[in-house]
């Protein structure tokens, strides 16, 4: 089963790196043309509004509540039952975030106001967040369906097109900016506008990459939507819990975003920084969770907790040896990293020390997310949904209380730390309340793991620092100043030097996660 697993997780984290690897070029591109100014900051916020459900329709309660469901009727009812399952969700979906779209699109005005009032203090900056707002809105739609057709194709154990779907994404949105910045600038339309094209037709471009192959498979879209259906209440009742979590959480995003706008830069820094955070947590947490979630709902369909307790304790084990020494290598190598990849253009070095200062403090929630990705679906596939939940509402609350002390002491860095503290309080509340469900998920085993994974990390933080600071000392300033690619030396060759630590440090504490990490995950990377 574990080697089942972790060969599912390769296959998933190849698909996803590259993703998150494009995702990075994404960034830099957008970093380059537009730095952390009116237009960088307006964007981001407009981004979060049309995406405030982006949780719950792509990896929060719905794909939880979906995944296991879908499983379960393929499991025992077959094909034709989850396809017309899958027909009612999509509908669903389409329905609700339509509404909500004509909402946005109506209301853009107001709730630009609410979250960024602060804007309006500098000329044009509230109205450009508006209009970009009501541009972005249907990618809420856009986003839900693709993710849907995700949920049906895991729950196949088809992870690779899937996966690979965020990645065409980025390409589509990268082609965008290049093409269209330069044009708009030329024919007199807003620049911005050109990351709100890339957007949607990545949107598009997410949906149309996975209907050739659900058709393979069978899938036959139904135009039905029967709210009496057993299966679509189910997905129904499973999500109505995560929807008022969410609600809390868009609460605390609220007022992150409302306290962010208050200094220039900031939500841009933020926002840059928590993609690049989240990378890892992208790659190796919800990678290993997404081929563990549909073993998770099998076990919990024929009520075996054993099962559940094994996969939960590979996965646990899988995630800490990949995001803890991410954590510490983001910590260590944070400016040199930011620099490499994004300083250029209008992306300055002010640019780059507040984006550092961001990073470094959202790095330690890289832990407590990827857990989180694996331990809130199995209380799905348990039928559970009301503990992750209340879970999720008092983390929410956690946050919030954290962010509002923390960023009248720290300034926008406390925003980042408290997200990252409230995100492993979350991660260690749900493990506390799965272990007492299903009688224990090796808690000793996963403990004993995570102190040698830690040790090692630490060893491997301080070589690759001093290793940047070695490759700073030798390589000519003006190269590191002016020249990308020395500055990416400079990166490759301290997490090379990390890298090496960490193997000969894992080797002398005895690491079994390493070694199977390296050759049943990692090594899906090359083939």
Do not use: C
Request: hydrophobic share 55%; proline share 4%; net charge positive.
């Amino acid at each position: 089963m574990s080697e089942r697993l972790a060969k599912s997780a390769g296959l998933i984290s190849a698909a996803t790196l590259a993703s998150r690897i494009l995702g990075l070029v994404r960034d830099a591109v957008q970093g380059h043309y537009f730095g952390f100014g009116l237009e960088a900051d307006a964007f981001t916020v407009a981004t979060r509004i049309p995406t405030l459900l982006r949780d719950l329709f792509a990896e929060g309660a719905m794909s939880a509540a979906f995944v296991p469901t879908v499983t379960r009727y393929l499991k025992q009812q077959g094909k034709d039952a989850a396809w017309r399952l899958g027909s009612q969700v999509v509908n669903g979906l389409i329905v609700v975030t339509g509404l909500l779209v004509v909402l946005g699109v109506i209301f853009a005005g107001p709730l630009a106001r609410l979250y960024a009032g602060g804007f309006a203090t500098i000329p044009g900056k509230l109205e450009l967040t508006v209009q970009l707002t009501r541009i972005n809105m249907p990618f809420l739609t856009l986003i839900a369906v693709a993710a849907a057709y995700m949920g049906l194709l895991n729950a196949l154990r088809r992870f690779f097109v899937p996966a690979m779907s965020p990645a065409l994404y980025n390409v589509t949105f990268i082609a965008s900016t290049l093409v269209f910045v330069p044009l708009f600038s030329r024919i007199g339309i807003n620049p911005v506008m050109a990351l709100s094209v890339g957007m949607l037709l990545g949107g598009l471009v997410q949906i149309a990459v996975q209907w050739p192959l659900l058709r393979r498979e069978g899938y036959r879209h139904e135009w039905v939507l029967n709210p009496r259906d057993p299966g679509l209440r189910e997905v129904l009742i499973l999500m109505g819990p995560g929807m008022l979590g969410l609600a809390a959480a868009q609460i605390n995003i609220f007022v992150n975003t409302s306290l962010a706008t208050g200094t220039a830069g900031a939500p841009a820094a933020l926002g840059y920084a928590f993609r690049l955070m989240y990378m890892p947590v992208g790659i190796f947490g919800v990678s290993i969770a997404t081929a563990a979630i549909p073993d998770l709902a099998r076990h919990a369909a024929d009520d075996s907790h054993d099962g559940m307790r094994t996969t939960l304790s590979w996965g646990l084990r899988l995630m800490l040896m990949l995001s803890v020494p991410a954590t510490v290598g983001l910590i260590a190598l944070a400016e040199p990293i930011v620099r490499a990849i994004y300083e250029g253009g209008r992306f300055t070095q002010s640019d780059v020390t507040m984006m550092t200062q961001a990073l470094m403090f959202y790095a330690p929630g890289i832990v407590g997310y990827s857990i989180v990705k694996i331990a809130a679906p199995s209380f799905y596939a348990l039928k559970d949904a009301r503990t992750p939940v209340l879970v999720s509402v008092f983390s929410v609350l956690t946050n919030l209380g954290l962010n509002l002390w923390l960023n009248s002491v720290m300034g926008f860095k406390g925003l980042a730390l408290g997200t990252a503290v409230a995100a492993n309080a979350n991660a260690l509340l749900l493990l506390a309340l799965l272990s007492r469900r299903i009688a224990g998920v090796d808690g000793w085993r996963v403990l004993r793991s995570f102190v040698k994974i830690t040790i090692a990390s630490t060893i491997m933080g301080v070589a690759a620092y001093y290793a940047a600071v070695g490759l700073g000392a030798v390589l000519p300033a003006r190269l590191l100043g002016s020249v990308k690619v020395a500055r990416a030396i400079l990166v490759a060759g301290a997490i090379g030097a990390g890298l090496g630590t960490l193997a000969l440090a894992a080797w002398t504490l005895h690491i079994e996660e390493f070694r199977q990490a390296m050759r049943r995950l990692l090594s899906r990377f090359a083939a």
